[in-house]
């Protein structure tokens, strides 16, 4: 399993050290591919969308508008079974 997890580089200034989750950008359970687009975050008032760190199902731990901070887990992808 490999986290999905939003990296502190996401964070101009520390000025405001969290952000919000504005949508995911696919379901809970779908199948996704490393660098897919997964999740659009909002952090200092700009949108930066976090992609698949792997290949797998995804599954979401944080709903939309949570708040986030930098290092914050927010699903995680399981490995495909053969």
């Known amino acids: 399993m490999v986290n999905v997890t939003v990296a502190p580089e996401f964070w101009i200034s520390r000025m405001l050290p969290e952000g919000t989750i504005e949508q995911w950008l696919v379901a809970d359970g779908a199948i996704v591919t490393k660098n897919d687009p997964v999740v659009d975050l909002r952090i200092e008032g700009e949108l930066v969308t976090l992609k698949a760190p792997a290949e797998g199902k995804l599954v979401i731990e944080s709903?939309?508008?949570?708040?986030i901070e930098p290092g914050s887990v927010i699903g995680h992808i399981c490995p495909l079974q053969n």
């Not at 709903?63 to 708040?67: A, G, L, Q, T, V």
């Open 63 to 67: 709903k939309r508008n949570s708040i």
